[in-house]
């Protein structure tokens, strides 16, 4: 195939990335990806609406904040242990001391009772690990 005809069928195939986060945004389940420094990266539909429908602090959770920041001050603020705990525990899969981390809680919104089963694994990006 010529190089014209290897170009138009690039611009054919939609871009990878689109369909990655069209894929992570039709699941119900929700996701949060953190980089190295505990900073998110990506989040789904189901992430936004859960933070946009509870506390202030969730609603900081968003692309570009950095999560651990986030659990800390709610951890200083309210001493919350099991947010202590989960804190400690993503830092822990980052540094890689553990291979990962699981962890179901209560974590309720002003309307319903609610328990999140929370798994923090490593990922590899890029042949790069994520930490």
């Not at 699941?27 to 789904?44: A, E």
Request: charged share 25%; aromatic share 4%.
């Amino acid at each position: 195939m010529d190089k014209t005809g290897q170009k138009r069928m690039e611009g054919a195939l939609p871009d990878p990335e689109k369909i990655i986060r069209s894929a992570i945004d039709g699941l119900g389940s929700h996701v949060c990806v953190l980089d190295g420094q505990g900073r998110i990266v990506l989040t789904n539909q189901s992430w936004k609406k859960f933070a946009a429908e509870n506390g202030s602090e969730l609603k900081a959770s968003c692309e570009g904040a950095n999560y651990l920041e986030v659990c800390d001050r709610v951890i200083s603020e309210n001493g919350e242990a099991g947010i202590q705990e989960v804190a400690a525990a993503i830092r822990a899969v980052i540094a890689g001391s553990i291979p990962e981390f699981v962890s179901e809680y209560p974590c309720h919104s002003p309307e319903l009772e609610r328990w999140i089963i929370l798994r923090a694994t490593p990922s590899v990006c890029q042949g790069r690990n994520m930490r």
